[in-house]
């Protein structure tokens, strides 16, 4: 029904910016709320920020001045700057979405490896 399409992941040095977008399409009235998730080698998925349709934004004290999020309509960007080794997860999306009710959905995950 929903789908969420991550793209921007890669490979980058110490110090060097890399920009996450992931798109929502399918059968969608409203999506009250967009995130992104990361998760480590070895550690729990953790929340890396939040935008409501409001463009109300929340980060994780961890990237607070390095990360912004943003969202273009049914599209929600990530901009990484100063990136840091401990970076370095998989990155995913999140969305509430509204149809006839509200759901959940994650898109696939994107590798952002920060590596000299």
């Known amino acids: 029904q929903v789908q969420l399409v991550e793209s921007g992941g890669g490979l980058v040095q110490p110090g060097g910016s890399l920009r996450l977008s992931c798109a929502a399409s399918?059968?969608?009235?409203?999506?009250?709320?967009m995130s992104w998730y990361r998760q480590a080698p070895g550690k729990q998925r953790e929340l890396v920020a939040t935008?409501?349709?409001?463009?109300t934004t929340n980060y994780a004290d961890s990237v607070k001045g390095r990360f912004t999020i943003s969202r273009d309509k049914n599209t929600v960007y990530l901009q990484m700057n100063t990136l840091k080794p401990e970076d370095t997860a998989v990155y995913y999306c999140n969305a509430w979405v509204s149809t006839t009710g509200v759901r959940n959905y994650w898109g696939q995950g994107t590798q952002v490896t920060v590596s000299s």
């Open positions: 935008i409501s349709e409001g463009a």
């Open positions: 399918g059968s969608i009235f409203s999506i009250p709320a």
